[in-house]
T-cell receptor, first 114, second 115 residues
Framework: AQTVTQSQPEMSVQEAETVTLSCTYDTSESDYYLFWYKQPPSRQMILVIRQEAYKQQNATENRFSVNFQKAAKSFSLKISDSQLGDAAMYFCAYTDSGNTPLVFGKGTRLSVIA | DTGVSQNPRHKITKRGQNVTFRCDPISEHNRLYWYRQTLGQGPEFLTYFQNEAQLEKSRLLSDRFSAERPKGSFSTLEIQRTEQGDSAMYLC?????????????FGPGTRLLVL
């Protein structure tokens, strides 16, 4: 079975600085999708960024980018120019295809210090 | 596109009572998923539908849990004879199969507290 591991329960970053959240996963599949979701306190989960395993180029969405290392089964999220609104739980998730159930990590709580 | 909606947002019940939650997906989405999230954990998959067909159920879904999606639109999740261990956030998500950006979009969740 696929597993997703987030080894950092909590992280903090100064406003305007850069922070990297770690995620590793285990799968025997060669084709799959990886996601980072953000869950602000008492608010719904929203998609931050997605990566298709067959794409070598790392995904980027504005201030958010990933470092996808397929051989190492690593998928880290970099947040640049951190803002107070970035404070949330961040979940790494895996699926064999975009439309099958997601397997989530336990999450990393990010605090942003003004 | 009004997003995924869930009702009620909060539910407090006594142990042994039955509860039912509703999820309305994004209108054109044909896949609908239920997840459960306990405090300090990531969401765990419960079950999912393609249109009205239930495609998969997790081992987490005991026989006290039942889900339906009549007519392939909204879905309901019922828990019978609730137990304190059922206290959690129940999340619904939907997606459009075979779309160029087939991604699951989540609702706000229903928080259940069983006393």
């Amino acid at each position: 079975a696929q597993t997703v591991t987030q080894s950092q329960p909590e992280m903090s970053v100064q406003e305007a600085e850069t922070v990297t959240l770690s995620c590793t996963y285990d799968t025997s599949e060669s084709d799959y999708y990886l996601f980072w979701y953000k869950q602000p306190p008492s608010r719904q989960m929203i998609l931050v960024i997605r990566q298709e395993a067959y794409k070598q180029q790392n995904a980027t969405e504005n201030r958010f980018s990933v470092n996808f290392q397929k051989a190492a089964k690593s998928f880290s999220l970099k947040i640049s120019d951190s803002q107070l609104g970035d404070a949330a739980m961040y979940f790494c998730a895996y699926t064999d295809s975009g439309n099958t159930p997601l397997v989530f990590g336990k999450g990393t709580r990010l605090s942003v210090i003004a | 596109d009004t997003g995924v909606s869930q009702n009620p947002r909060h539910k407090i019940t006594k142990r042994g009572q039955n509860v039912t939650f509703r999820c309305d997906p994004i209108s054109e989405h044909n896949r609908l998923y239920w997840y459960r999230q306990t405090l300090g954990q990531g969401p765990e998959f419960l079950t999912y539908f393609q249109n009205e067909a239930q495609l998969e159920k997790s081992r987490l879904l005991s026989d006290r849990f039942s889900a339906e999606r009549p007519k392939g639109s909204f879905s309901t999740l019922e828990i019978q004879r609730t137990e304190q261990g059922d206290s959690a956030m129940y999340l619904c998500a939907s997606s459009l199969m075979n779309s160029p950006r087939d991604t699951q979009y989540f609702g706000p969740g229903t928080r259940l507290l069983v006393l």
